[in-house]
């Protein structure tokens, strides 16, 4: 026979401490089975037999016959809940899911769940590694009427003729950063969606009642450059 390569001989030195364990528990037990429950014979019956100077103690051996007898197996200690374990990953919760998807693709993931009786972590890993979807962030894009935009460049222009000719200092406008305001003739709002096969666009149609706030801009800035001047 040929010598052993040591990455062998290292993996054997690691196995067989381990089946000698299990080989020993399993003959505990049944060496309690034949000698009607007594812990002191079947500690006995373990030292002659594996010819060790000690053996498992009285409570070590009624735990593993406790153990045998609750679940076949000295190794495996889940009460009831014997074998491989479950995972809500099935092809049913799948189907399921999908189909959902497919009626309305606008669904949230916790509607899904609850409509389910999933976790929403569980239908997550569904959508994400069975049905390859992902979460990603959708716009919802509304028309400025052509009204408010003439608006917004007739004050642009106005205040830069009062930065031009009034030596109106910009520093005195007080800006935020709770209103955004465009030129592009659209107002974006920005949404989360999750699992839709395609980007939805939404165009409505809405009046910018928040063009006021930059009316009231200049004499805003004139009272503060007043204020300031003095």
Request: proline share 4%; hydrophobic share 35%; glycine share 4%.
């Amino acid at each position: 026979m040929g010598q052993n390569r040591p990455e062998e001989c290292k993996a054997n030195l690691e196995i067989f401490p381990r089946m000698a364990n299990i080989v020993r528990s399993d003959t505990a037990v049944d060496s309690s089975d034949k000698l009607e429950h007594s812990p002191t014979a079947t500690r006995r019956s373990f030292q002659k037999r594996f010819n060790v100077p000690k053996g498992p103690d009285a409570k070590n051996i009624r735990n593993l016959f406790a153990k045998f007898e609750r679940t076949s197996s000295v190794n495996d200690n889940r009460v009831g809940n014997v074998g491989p374990r479950q995972t809500v990953v099935t092809s049913g919760n799948v189907a399921e899911v999908s189909g959902i998807v497919q009626q309305n693709p606008r669904n949230a993931v916790r509607r899904i769940a609850s409509e389910i009786g999933l976790k929403r972590s569980s239908t997550q890993k569904i959508l994400r590694n069975s049905l390859r979807m992902f979460p990603y962030k959708i716009q919802s894009h509304q028309a400025i009427p052509i009204k408010a935009v003439r608006q917004r460049f007739d004050f642009a222009n106005e205040i830069l003729t009062m930065i031009d000719n009034e030596g109106f200092d910009v520093s005195c406008i007080w800006f935020t950063d709770e209103v955004h305001f465009h030129l592009n003739e659209f107002v974006n709002k920005k949404t989360g969606d999750f699992g839709v096969p395609k980007i939805l666009i939404c165009v409505k149609r809405n009046h910018c009642i928040r063009l006021k706030l930059l009316l009231g801009l200049r004499y805003a800035a004139e009272a503060l450059s007043a204020l300031f001047s003095c």
